[in-house]
């Protein structure tokens, strides 16, 4: 079958499916162009008042489908089908890419709901080339059920289903075919949108003001991950670079309270060597646990790290996937260190861990948190200001008195 003709049938199809009753339409299909086909049937109530698919026909106006797929034979691909992101092995993989080679197609209707108005889709893209494909060989095989279910998950916005198009006889499943597709496109450079619901840009609040017994040069080195903070746009990267400042902090004031014990009773070599076994066998976690209180103790005490109220869904997430110790009201008690210090550290291990035990936080995967993503905006703005302030304040839990130390 010519392009032409298959469109025809296609057109014969959406026409049945919406009951469009247009007057002689089978007539209009042998005598009428393409295009006038399409006009007519966007021009009828009843795709009127689906603006989706109103828009949707517009994809096969010849100016975007061209000459040579209308006039040209069709070569059938081997199958089509479309992935059911809800059924259970398939879940939390839905990824929003579109794919397209010799051997198979992929197109995530996630990707696809991002183009709007539907019909600035570019030819040229790999979108379309799936698209096309998996209506043309649907279309050619008989299969009509698989065109009218991609017409109504388009008119009714579904993300959770995806576009398989296999140009070769399949020899693996379709979950593993998807992967593997999802694998090739990364390989090639290709990206995953950013969802806009992880774009951050809260104001913390923090200032500085000129001091003129603080020694600002001695804090340059977190002026360089300050600037790495504002550099990132989501909340994933940005609570990263925030964890950064705050392990700078917490094993600075290690440092911090040696330089005041050598700085009395010069015992610098001993001190070293105390703090070097320290470091060894205090666990991460530890540190931060004792080293945070020290330096916001008073901001602590004051309520200043409150993440309160909870929502429902927050705090039953808090206690399934990082084990927070949220009251039956849904209420964190944020004057306890350790409760902030253990929220701190599961997200920070949630983004930069990369085990089967543990809960994963990527940009990829935000339906798995979206019950926090709101909190996660909170608590960064509220750890920014508490952290940026204590720098400005020149605080002595975390400033060195001298700019060297006596050995003898």
């Given at each position: 079958?010519?392009?032409?003709?298959?469109?025809?049938?296609?057109?014969?199809?959406?026409?049945?499916?919406?009951?469009?009753?247009?007057?002689?339409?089978?007539?209009?299909?042998?005598?009428?162009?393409?295009?006038?086909?399409?006009?007519?049937?966007?021009?009828?109530?009843?795709?009127?008042?689906?603006?989706?698919?109103?828009?949707?026909?517009?994809?096969f106006k010849e100016s975007k489908i061209?000459?040579?797929?209308?006039?040209?034979?069709?070569?059938?691909?081997?199958?089509?089908?479309?992935?059911?992101?809800?059924?259970?092995?398939?879940?939390?993989?839905?990824?929003?890419?579109?794919?397209?080679?010799?051997?198979?197609?992929?197109?995530?209707?996630?990707?696809?709901?991002?183009i709007s108005p539907l019909s600035s889709?570019?030819?040229?893209?790999?979108?379309?080339?799936?698209?096309?494909?998996?209506?043309?060989?649907?279309?050619?095989?008989?299969?009509?059920?698989?065109?009218?279910?991609?017409?109504?998950?388009?008119?009714?916005?579904?993300?959770?289903?995806?576009?398989?198009?296999?140009?070769?006889?399949?020899?693996?499943?379709?979950?593993?075919?998807?992967?593997?597709?999802?694998?090739?496109?990364?390989?090639?450079?290709?990206?995953?949108?950013?969802?806009?619901?992880?774009?951050?840009?809260?104001?913390?609040?923090?200032?500085?003001t000129l001091r003129p017994t603080t020694?600002?040069?001695?804090?340059?080195?977190?002026?360089?991950?300050?600037?790495?903070?504002?550099?990132?746009?989501?909340?994933?990267?940005?609570?990263?670079?925030?964890?950064?400042?705050?392990?700078?902090?917490?094993?600075?004031?290690?440092?911090?309270?040696?330089?005041?014990?050598?700085?009395?009773?010069?015992?610098?070599?001993?001190?070293?060597?105390?703090?070097?076994?320290?470091?060894?066998?205090?666990?991460?976690?530890?540190?931060?646990?004792?080293?945070?209180?020290?330096?916001?103790?008073?901001?602590?005490?004051?309520?200043?790290?409150?993440?309160?109220?909870?929502?429902?869904?927050?705090?039953?997430?808090?206690?399934?996937?990082?084990?927070?110790?949220?009251?039956?009201?849904?209420?964190?008690?944020?004057?306890?260190?350790?409760?902030?210090?253990?929220?701190?550290?599961?997200?920070?291990?949630?983004?930069?861990?990369?085990?089967?035990?543990?809960?994963?936080?990527?940009?990829?995967?935000?339906?798995?948190?979206?019950?926090?993503?709101?909190?996660?905006?909170?608590?960064?703005?509220?750890?920014?200001?508490?952290?940026?302030?204590?720098?400005?304040?020149?605080?002595?839990?975390?400033?060195?008195?001298?700019?060297?130390?006596?050995?003898?």
């Amino acid at each position: 079958m010519t392009g032409r003709e298959i469109l025809l049938r296609f057109y014969k199809l959406v026409h049945d499916h919406y009951t469009l009753a247009i007057p002689d339409f089978d007539d209009q299909l042998l005598v009428d162009s393409n295009d006038v086909i399409v006009d007519n049937m966007r021009a009828t109530p009843t795709i009127v008042a689906k603006p989706k698919i109103h828009d949707f026909l517009n994809v096969f106006k010849e100016s975007k489908i061209g000459a040579d797929y209308l006039d040209d034979e069709f070569d059938v691909l081997e199958d089509v089908k479309i992935i059911d992101f809800s059924l259970a092995e398939f879940q939390k993989r839905n990824r929003a890419f579109s794919y397209s080679d010799t051997e198979f197609g992929y197109l995530s209707l996630v990707k696809l709901s991002k183009i709007s108005p539907l019909s600035s889709i570019s030819s040229t893209s790999t979108e379309y080339r799936t698209l096309i494909d998996f209506i043309s060989t649907a279309i050619e095989k008989g299969e009509d059920i698989k065109v009218t279910s991609l017409l109504d998950l388009i008119e009714n916005s579904d993300v959770n289903s995806g576009l398989l198009v296999h140009k070769i006889v399949p020899t693996n499943s379709d979950l593993s075919t998807y992967s593997y597709l999802y694998y090739k496109e990364l390989l090639q450079g290709g990206e995953i949108e950013l969802d806009s619901d992880l774009m951050y840009s809260g104001i913390h609040g923090a200032t500085a003001t000129l001091r003129p017994t603080t020694r600002y040069e001695q804090y340059f080195e977190l002026y360089d991950i300050i600037n790495e903070l504002n550099l990132a746009k989501d909340i994933i990267t940005r609570f990263l670079k925030l964890y950064h400042i705050i392990e700078y902090l917490v094993y600075r004031r290690e440092l911090v309270e040696l330089e005041q014990k050598a700085r009395t009773n010069r015992t610098f070599i001993r001190e070293i060597h105390s703090f070097t076994g320290k470091s060894q066998s205090d666990s991460e976690l530890n540190v931060l646990k004792k080293n945070f209180k020290k330096i916001f103790d008073a901001e602590i005490a004051a309520n200043g790290f409150d993440i309160n109220p909870l929502t429902v869904q927050a705090a039953s997430f808090l206690r399934t996937y990082w084990g927070i110790n949220v009251d039956a009201t849904n209420r964190l008690n944020c004057t306890d260190a350790t409760n902030v210090v253990n929220l701190i550290y599961r997200i920070r291990n949630s983004i930069v861990h990369n085990k089967e035990s543990e809960f994963h936080i990527t940009t990829s995967n935000p339906d798995e948190y979206g019950e926090v993503i709101a909190l996660l905006k909170k608590i960064i703005e509220i750890l920014e200001r508490q952290v940026l302030n204590k720098i400005s304040s020149d605080d002595v839990m975390i400033s060195y008195q001298n700019d060297h130390i006596e050995l003898y």
